[in-house]
């Protein structure tokens, strides 16, 4: 199956410092990744939908300028959480449309201290 | 708008024991359903996708589901849990917005297999 990679898989960080998160198809190229939010023994929700060469689409309460997303070639998407606060700490997790269906990563554990 | 519950947060059965986790959709329009499953601190794997072609889906690891529209339900079941299928399990119905797959999840339900 389709492989779709991340990175790092886990960051500590400051409060009010930036993180980059990269999402990766490895096998496939992807018009379109999406990105998740798990917190801890919940589900999944999306936070917004990236497409190749447009500005991303964001879901409703999900902050634009917080969280930076930027899709620049078929293959890459990074997510980046600007000013980070505790608050921000989760799980991300990155997902790539295919035939279908979506190809998810394996996530990124966040802590923001 | 489409939604997915899960009925159970948590399930448990003893190794060999038939595994039934279910799912419910609301849908205005033929649905593609889907079961993942998560390991902890992993991302989602693929089960099984329901495309609207046959309506029992059979996925990896001896896992199956069966799309019922006059139930909407979409409940995932194994003959026989083995102790590697301990794990989260997410029902999820797509949702075409703009033109891509949007997936709407259900909470989840954690499997625990009891040897």
């Known amino acids: 199956g389709a492989v779709v990679s991340q990175h790092p898989s886990r960051v500590i960080c400051k409060s009010g410092t930036s993180v980059k998160i990269e999402c990766r198809s490895l096998?496939?190229?992807?018009?379109?990744m999406f990105w998740y939010r798990q917190f801890p023994k919940q589900s999944l929700m999306l936070m917004a939908t990236s497409n190749e060469g447009s500005k991303a689409t964001y879901e409703q309460g999900v902050e634009k300028d917080k969280f930076l997303i930027n899709h620049a070639s078929l293959t890459l998407s990074t997510l980046t959480v600007t000013s980070a606060h505790p608050e921000d700490s989760s799980f991300y997790i990155c997902?790539?449309?295919?035939?279908?269906?979506?190809?998810f990563g394996p996530g990124t554990r966040l802590l923001v201290l | 708008a489409q939604s997915v519950t899960q009925l159970g947060s948590h399930v448990s059965v003893s190794e060999g024991a038939l595994v039934l986790l279910r799912c419910n959709y609301s849908?205005?329009?033929?649905?593609?359903l889907f079961w993942y499953v998560q390991y902890p601190n992993q991302g989602l794997q693929l089960l099984l996708k329901?495309?609207?072609?046959?309506?029992l889906v059979k996925g990896i690891n001896g896992f199956e589901a069966e799309f019922k529209k006059s139930e909407t339900s979409f409940h995932l079941t194994k003959p026989s849990a083995h102790m590697s299928d301990a794990a989260e399990y997410f029902c999820a119905v797509s949702e075409e917005s703009q033109g891509a797959q949007k997936l709407v999840f259900g909470q989840g339900t954690r499997l625990t297999i009891n040897p």
């Open positions: 997902s790539a449309r295919g035939v279908e269906t979506q190809y």
């Open positions: 096998d496939f190229q992807a018009t379109t």
């Open positions: 329901y495309t609207s072609a046959a309506t």
């Open positions: 849908s205005s329009v033929p649905p593609y």
